[in-house]
Structure formats: C-alpha cells, structure tokens
C-alpha cells in the first residue's frame, strides 16, 4: 500500500501536507471505492485527489472537466507535477464514440484506473442543450471502472437530486455525515463532506456586459496566464472563471448585480486567497436591488 503522505511530499515539496478531507478522500479513491464523491471548499485541494493516485501509479486516469479554460488550467498542473497519465477531457468529448473507444481499448488492455468529474455540481445548473451531454456521463458507469465525482458546492439539500440525475447507487449519501465526515454507502462508494465555503476579479450578472467591456481582450489563455502570475490588477469576468480557475495571487473577488444562486456565489467568491491569506468577497448592487428581497437560501 502506498504511503500516501510520502507520496503528497513527492508530488508537492517536504512542507505540503494534507487539507480537509483529502486524506480520507485519496484513502477511499486508492482502495478502489465506487462511486466516491468528494464536497471540499473551493481551495481546498481538490486536484490533488486525483493527481496523487495517478503518480503513483501506470494507469490512465481520466479527468472530466466543465470549461476548455479549466482544462488548461489542469494541464500546465500536471505538467508542473510531472504526471503524464492523466487525459483531460469536455463532457461533449467523454461521450463521443471516439473516446469511448478509447476508453473501452483503455479497460481492456487493464490500464484505465478511474474516471473523475470533476466540478459534478454543474449537472443541477446546465442548459437543456448541455445538460443532455453531462447527464450521458451515466453512461461511462458501463466502463466498469472507478468513478469519483469532485465539487465545492454540492449542498445537502441538493445531494438527492444530485444521486438521481448521475444514477448513484440510492444509500451512498445516507447516514447524516458530520463535517468532516466520511460515509461508506452501499457497493463499497464513499460519500466524504468537508467543510465548504492582490489580484482582484470582478464578476458581472450578465454576460454580454462583460463580455462588451472586454471585447479588445480575447486571448483567453495568455489572460489567465496574466491572472495566475499575478500581472494584472484587475479584471472583469462572467461566472465562467469561477469554474476552478487557480490562482494564489487573487485577495478579492467583487460581485456586480444580483446573485442568483449562493452555489454559484460560493463557486466565485472561492477564487479569492487561495494562497491561504485572509481575502475579501464583496457583492455590489445597483439602486434597484435595494429593494429586492435580500435573504438567500443557504441550505
């Protein structure tokens, strides 16, 4: 069995050590539980539950994330890390028949260790159009492999709904989890829960706001490689950013306009002090706001 805080001091330097509920969490996933979901704040470390067991291991992990944005994000942290075996994928890509071919000839040759969603959460806020496509990820159960479902903002409230859209075994989230907790459903699955929650990013309500006092700014990429090293002071993003985009150098997030869900308030104000420094949320309305009901449900 793999030492797995050896392992953490490999992967990120003989000071790291684990956060949360990472430990348990990689404990469930290197056992081999199927379904693991995982509820750990946004900060908490979440890429680490599945780039520890990947480098310790031959195998293929597969890693399913919301936004091309995250994805590059996780590439340059696998890259920085030294793990090749992770293949990053869009929930359109997942349920191609192309890459189920390749993860049929994956699991066949014994190679294929897991499946990850990662930021699950979004199949309870999708579009119809894109709901269709993160909804067929049920069909990946049929790959007979591990699966492991990440996110920072799955509330208890929600946790049914959740079970019932992905198809989960029906107890895996009974057993009234304490935080942090850890639950071993039905089928061998672990439900684990923990407690969940310079450089600034304003966030606009409507997207073609933003997107109108940013039009001269459309390389994405190099403004994200701005936003992580910390080049900029300042900048104006839709809740796209606020899909774990990674950056320690961010100490306030500023929120314009109505909040619409506290999953996606809790989502974007968490790129706030990542580096582990006290950080600033702060929402600003408009005169006709002040008016509006001000009381959220928090469940």
């Known amino acids: 069995m793999v030492n797995v805080d050896e392992q953490l001091k490999a992967l990120l330097g003989e000071q790291a050590q684990f956060r949360s509920v990472q430990k348990p969490a990689i404990q469930a996933i290197m056992r081999q539980k199927s379904p693991v979901v995982v509820i750990m704040g946004t900060g908490g470390g979440k890429s680490v539950l599945f780039m520890l067991p990947a480098s310790c291991s031959r195998g293929v992990t597969i890693v399913i994330v919301p936004l091309t944005l995250l994805r590059q994000d996780m590439k340059e942290r696998c890259d920085r890390a030294g793990i090749e075996c992770i293949v ?30 990662n930021e699950c959460h979004v199949v309870l806020d999708s579009t119809e159009g894109w709901r269709s496509r993160i909804l067929a990820l049920r069909e990946l159960f049929r790959a007979e492999t591990q699966m492991v479902y990440l996110t920072a903002t799955l509330r208890r409230s929600e946790e049914g709904e959740f079970i019932r859209l992905m198809g989960l075994p029906g107890g895996i989230a009974s057993g009234g989890i304490e935080l942090p907790g850890m639950f071993a459903g039905r089928g061998g699955g672990a439900w684990i829960r923990g407690t969940t929650t310079q450089p600034n990013i304003r966030y606009q309500v409507s997207r073609y706001n933003a997107e109108k006092e940013e039009e001269a700014l459309t390389e994405l990429h190099e403004l994200v490689k701005q936003l992580t090293e910390g ?22 997030v500023v929120y314009i306009g109505k909040i619409r869900k506290m999953r996606y308030y809790a989502q974007e104000s968490g790129r706030a002090g990542r580096d582990g420094t006290a950080s600033k949320a702060i929402i600003m309305r408009g005169h006709q706001g002040l008016h509006e009901p001000k009381r959220f449900n928090c469940k």
Not at 231 to 252: E, H, K, M, S
Request: hydrophobic residues 45%; charged residues 20%.
């Open 88 to 117: 990053l994928v869009t929930p359109e890509a997942a349920v191609g028949k192309t890459f189920g071919d390749f993860i049929n000839r994956q699991r066949t040759m014994g190679r294929l260790d897991r499946i990850v969603v």
């Open 231 to 252: 080049r900029q002071q300042v900048f104006t993003a839709t809740n796209a950013l606020g899909l774990g985009a990674d950056a320690p150098t961010i100490q306030a």
